[in-house]
Structures are given as structure tokens and as C-alpha cells.
């Protein structure tokens, strides 16, 4: 079975500081996807990545940033934290586009910005 | 206004009930996911189906392309089966849509 690994479950951080969430998938996927997820709303993407040093910008890419140096990490950066930023966030993979392949999901980071 | 509605968005139900769940999107899609995500966060993909009909144990997700809706169904349905199930529309340039989710309930 394809896993998918984020690095912290919960993470507490203040506002200001920088933030990293790292996200590990060990099948060779092409596709990754960073989403956040908040009560009411569906989930949101964030930034995409189809191969390696590859990036594009989803739907809410402002205050975040990524970085994919190796196929298997994709990690998501929040250069300045601010307290809108404390949400669910997830990570996928697929391996071809999500019309043809599943999506496979990372267990999620709950962060909290204070 | 999202483009995928679900409903309903709240189901309790006794264990041992047929559950359904339906997700109706606004335009053509290439494909539909069903995925459940159970307390604590974790998400499982449960089915990707761009036509018919797909069944996996007691679970069953169905497409009506001309009617734009799909269901989910559970028969037999248990207390494990308790999660949030979401439904997820694939657009032809890939790009997802997530429904908000119907939070599912099964009393022992």
C-alpha cells in the first residue's frame, strides 16, 4: 500500500515564525498536493507539484510557499505564520491525474498559530 | 456557493442500516472520487468512478453522468462505518472540487 507520511500530527507555533510541514509518499508518485482543511469548507489546494523542482499555484497559495528537491518530499512552507493560517493540513499523492488515478492522503497536521 | 453539494450533511443511523449518501455537482466532470476521513484526520480513498456503478465489500458508489449526481451507499452498515465521507468532482483540466462532507453516525 502506497504511504504517505507528514512529519508532525500537531504543531503549535507563534505568529511570525516560519513553519515547515514536511510530507513523505514512498511510491513513486509523480503528483503531490498540499491542501488545508477548515470546518464548513471543503478541502482547498494550496500548491501542486507534478515532478521534481516543479511547482503551481492552487487555489489559496498566499502566505505559503513549497519545495519539491527530490520526487518523494514535498514540503510546505509558511514563511511568516499568522493565526487565519491554524487549519488541517493535508497531503496527497497520486500517480497520474486524479481523472484516471486515487488519491492517496497523507494523516493530516492539525496547526495551531497563536 | 460550492459546486459539489452533498447531502445530507449530518446521518445518524442503528447499526445494520442501509445508508445512503448523495453528492450532486454543477458541471461536467471527467471523473468523482468518494473518499472517508475518519476522526483524527486520516483520509482514505473509497472509490474513483467516472460511470456506472462500483462495489468494494459493503460498500456501493454509483454515477448518473446525465443527471449529475452520485451516491454512495453502505449496506450492513456498522459502527467503524462512522466517518465523514466526501465527495470530490474531477474537472477536465484535473482541477478538484471537494464537497463539505455528510458526517455519518452508526449506533451499535
Known amino acids: 500500500d502506497v504511504k504517505v507520511t507528514q512529519s508532525s500530527r500537531y504543531l503549535v507555533k507563534r505568529t511570525g515564525e516560519k513553519v515547515f510541514l514536511e510530507c513523505v509518499q514512498d511510491?513513486?508518485?509523480?503528483?503531490m498536493f498540499w491542501y488545508r482543511q477548515d470546518p464548513g469548507l471543503g478541502l482547498r489546494l494550496i500548491y501542486f507539484s507534478y515532478d521534481v523542482k516543479m511547482k503551481e499555484k492552487g487555489d489559496i497559495p498566499e502566505g505559503y510557499s513549497v519545495s519539491r528537491e527530490k520526487k518523494e518530499r514535498f514540503s510546505l512552507i509558511l514563511e511568516s505564520a499568522s493565526t487565519n493560517q491554524t487549519s488541517m493540513y493535508l497531503c496527497?499523492?497520486?500517480?497520474?491525474?486524479?481523472?484516471?488515478?486515487?488519491?492517496?492522503f497523507g494523516s493530516g497536521t492539525q496547526l495551531s498559530v497563536l | 456557493k460550492n459546486e459539489v453539494e452533498q447531502s445530507p450533511q449530518n446521518l445518524t443511523a442503528q447499526e445494520g442500516e442501509f445508508i445512503t449518501i448523495n453528492c450532486s455537482y454543477s458541471v461536467g466532470i471527467s471523473a468523482l472520487h468518494w473518499l472517508q476521513q475518519h476522526p483524527g484526520g486520516g483520509i482514505v480513498s473509497l472509490f474513483m468512478l467516472s460511470s456506472g456503478k462500483k462495489k468494494h465489500g459493503r460498500l456501493i458508489a454509483t454515477i448518473n453522468i446525465q443527471e449529475k449526481h452520485s451516491s454512495l451507499h453502505i449496506t450492513a452498515s456498522h459502527p467503524r462505518d462512522s466517518a465523514v465521507y466526501i465527495c470530490v468532482q474531477v474537472l477536465g483540466n484535473e482541477k478538484l472540487t471537494f464537497g463539505t462532507g455528510t458526517r455519518l453516525t452508526i449506533i451499535p
Open positions: 496527497a499523492s497520486s500517480l497520474g491525474g486524479p481523472s484516471n488515478e486515487k488519491l492517496f
Open positions: 511510491m513513486d508518485h509523480e503528483n
